[in-house]
Nanobody, 119 residues
Framework: QVQLVEVGGGLVQPGGSLRLSCTAS????????MGWYRQAPGKQRELVAN???????YYTDSVKGRFTTSRENAKNMVYLQMTSLKPEDTAVYYC?????????????WGQGTQVTVSS
């Protein structure tokens, strides 16, 4: 019903910046939340940031002041601007959309993109 395609990621030096983009298509409701999760090897998947269709944002403590998420509702796109990157930010980043359909809240996921922060 919903497909997410994310682009970006790559190798960057500590202190550098990257921007991730995600585009959603399909049966997307007006009210939804789009966000970014990440998972490093041997670690639990964690929510990094999300943003509602109304513009309310959440950031996990470790990225506050460094990452910014934004969205363009008309394009069904969400972005994650990452600055001052640290080695501990290295992970696979997944785009997520959550909305109420089929009588329940459902999650849809992008394919993931690798972000590596290393000198």
């Amino acid at each position: 019903q919903v497909q997410l395609v994310e682009v970006g990621g790559g190798l960057v030096q500590p202190g550098g910046s990257l921007r991730l983009s995600c585009t959603a298509s399909g049966n997307i409701f007006t009210s939804n939340t789009m966000g970014w999760y990440r998972q490093a090897p041997g670690k639990q998947r964690e929510l990094v940031a999300n943003i509602t269709s109304g513009g309310s944002t959440y950031y996990t403590d470790s990225v506050k002041g460094r990452f910014t998420t934004s969205r363009e509702n008309a394009k069904n796109m969400v972005y994650l601007q990452m600055t001052s990157l640290k080695p501990e930010d290295t992970a696979v980043y997944y785009c997520n959309l959550n909305q109420i359909d089929f009588w329940r809240a459902n999650d849809y996921w992008g394919q993931g993109t690798q972000v590596t922060v290393s000198s």
